[in-house]
């Protein structure tokens, strides 16, 4: 039976688990170890602080995540599998408020970068030109 995330090691299970799944995808994975270079033993634990204070309140991750996604080569496709993958890892391993509360954050969070990025209009709709 799945509990709900309810600590700072739930956080760290989801984080592991999800970035796993980034790794080993055909759209995203390019992005993250090939345009990005990501260092993962540096970028882990800064999400573990970010998650934790999205929905926990900490205060652990101090940062601005937006300005350093503005120089990747992404678009609606890539936010989408993005978000798809947050929430197909939460619902493998939780299942509770704050299981749903993490899944709507992130899909808020890609949101707002994509609207910040132009990819998308304030209703969700994609620019056209």
């Not at 090691?9 to 796993?20: E, M, P, S």
């Not at 999205?54 to 652990?60: D, E, N």
Request: proline share 4%.
């Amino acid at each position: 039976m799945k509990t709900d995330i309810k600590d700072e090691q739930d956080i760290k299970l989801l984080v592991d688990t999800f970035y796993v799944s980034v790794r080993e995808d055909d759209l995203l994975e390019p992005i993250f170890d090939g345009f990005a270079q990501v260092n993962w033993e540096h970028h882990l634990p800064i999400m573990y602080s970010f998650w934790s204070s999205v929905l926990f309140g900490t205060m652990a991750y101090k940062g601005q995540p937006f300005p350093k996604h503005m120089r990747l080569p992404v678009d609606r496709q890539h936010f989408a599998r993005w978000v798809e993958l947050f929430t197909q890892t939460v619902d493998s391993l939780f299942e509770g408020e704050k299981a749903q509360e993490i899944k709507q954050k992130a899909t808020s969070i890609a949101q707002v970068f994509q609207m910040k990025m132009g990819l998308i209009g304030i209703i969700g709709k994609e620019y056209s030109a």
